[in-house]
């Protein structure tokens, strides 16, 4: 468990229906809107199964009808940015002066070379180290591997067992994560200092080669957002002292993530893509807390065990990352590509967060108001779906079987809920659809026919 949470404080840095009616999608447009992605290990796809998953740019690529050239590097930070863009062979530099849009993923490394060489330092103060090993073992630059590899974990379970000593490694995190803000004698100021500084000088040396390129930039995104349930399974009597730990963490990292998004929203000549505040989809005013910390468990895979675990966007990460930059760019059409593809392989879409479908659906543009099960199709199966849990929620308001995306998918006729009035709405929609054209169900019913 203390290796896990030691990783995590690392990383965190960074049957069909007869006669059924199916809607195609038009045509992607031949645009020819080629893409140059520069960043990191997000960008790059780690932990992708190349054979069967695309990263966030194939699928751009693949919607825009242009291609994508990806000189991303896993590990990279800011300063190896920099010198990926200085030493591009001529070749390269082509393809970057014909790109339209380059994609930037970039600062994560640089917090967390910080905040591991921070806590190993507090480590090797505190005797938290492994046997034999001093500050002087501490790289320049470490990687999360190796707060895995020289922190001692039983050595911290101990020490952490002391109210005091757990109080203090809270108070110390505090500290790293004011210094990776702001900088004064003692404080490092890495986003102010470092990465952002960093992204200016990449950003002029882009426009250098091609100054009508639209630059759009990624927040980073926060992953420490547990499901109650899951620390509930996992850590059983000591469910609440994690979800009390992992909320301070979440916290403090949170208010460095909005920070950077901040410092980025001051340099000129980019444009901003948001994935923070779509892995984390919470509604407008809605409070980010224990009991409802935001969905990033969706796009990664922090709650999986073993070997795969990750904090790396998973398939679903990657098309969120890609409707994101999409709804930047602004050049949106129906889609039959990648994008919906992916999106209708997906074995747990009713789970998909409410405010990042939302983004997928204004890309993908073929997600129908009353497609309740996602197929495509609306008919009969739709409406059975919606008056079972009409029947269910009757006799038990917590039976639903309807997820939050699918009650408002099936709420076809607008009066906010999801009834027996929809699922009538919906059968006399499929039997028009039998004898006539498609048309939105919503101006079905608004033509009173």
């Not at 849009?101 to 480590?123: E, P, R």
């Not at 404080?187 to 000088?201: A, C, S």
């Not at 009834?419 to 009538?424: H, T, Y």
């Amino acid at each position: 468990m203390k290796r896990f949470i030691a990783a995590v404080l690392a990383a965190a840095m960074t049957a069909g229906a007869a006669g059924s009616y199916a809607v195609t999608a038009a045509d992607a447009k031949n645009t020819d809107h080629d893409i140059v992605i520069f960043g990191d290990s997000i960008a790059a796809g780690y932990g992708l199964d190349t054979k069967t998953e695309y990263n966030y740019g194939q699928i751009c690529a693949d919607y825009l009808g242009g291609t994508v050239a990806n000189y991303a590097v896993s590990g990279d930070t800011t300063d190896d940015m920099l010198k990926v863009i200085g030493s591009l062979d001529a070749s390269q530099k082509q393809a970057l002066k014909n790109a339209e849009y380059v994609v930037i993923s970039i600062g994560g490394n640089d917090l967390i070379h910080y905040a591991v060489k921070y806590v190993l330092n507090y480590a090797a103060e505190n005797n938290l180290l492994v046997s034999g090993k001093t500050a002087a073992d501490i790289p320049a630059e470490p990687t999360a591997s190796h707060l895995l590899t020289l922190l001692d974990r039983s050595k911290l379970s101990a020490y952490a067992s002391n109210t005091n000593n757990a109080a203090d490694l809270l108070v110390t995190l505090k500290k790293l994560c004011n210094n990776l803000m702001v900088k004064n004698e003692s404080y490092e100021g890495v986003i102010p200092e470092k990465v952002i500084p960093n992204i200016k000088t990449a950003v002029k040396n882009i426009k250098a080669i091609n100054p009508n390129a639209r630059i759009i930039v990624q927040t980073i995104y926060q992953p420490i957002q547990f499901d109650k349930e899951y620390l509930a399974a996992n850590y059983g009597s000591n469910a609440s002292t994690y979800v009390k730990l992992f909320g301070q963490l979440r916290s403090n990292f949170e208010k460095v993530l909005q920070l950077y998004a901040k410092e980025l929203g001051g340099i000129d000549g980019i444009e901003i893509a948001d994935v923070n505040h779509e892995f984390t989809s919470l509604k407008e005013g809605e409070a980010q807390n224990n009991d409802n910390p935001g969905h990033a468990a969706y796009f990664v895979n922090i709650q999986e065990s073993g070997s795969k675990r990750d904090i790396h966007p998973n398939q679903k990460g990657h098309l969120a990352i890609a409707s994101t930059i999409l709804n930047t760019i602004g050049e949106l059409h129906d889609d039959s590509g990648l994008l919906s593809g992916i999106f209708k392989s997906l074995t747990d879409t009713s789970a998909y967060p409410l405010i990042a479908v939302d983004t997928y659906k204004k890309a993908a543009g073929n997600l129908m108001l009353g497609d309740v099960n996602f197929d495509e199709k609306i008919d009969a199966r739709d409406a059975s779906r919606v008056l079972k849990n009409y029947t269910y929620i009757a006799d038990d308001p917590n039976s639903a079987i309807l997820s939050e995306i699918q009650l408002k998918q099936s709420d076809v006729n607008g009066d906010t809920l999801s009834d027996a009035k929809d699922a009538s709405a919906l059968l006399r929609f499929y039997a028009y659809l039998s004898n006539n054209e498609y048309c939105p169900i919503d101006e079905f019913l608004k033509s009173g026919k």
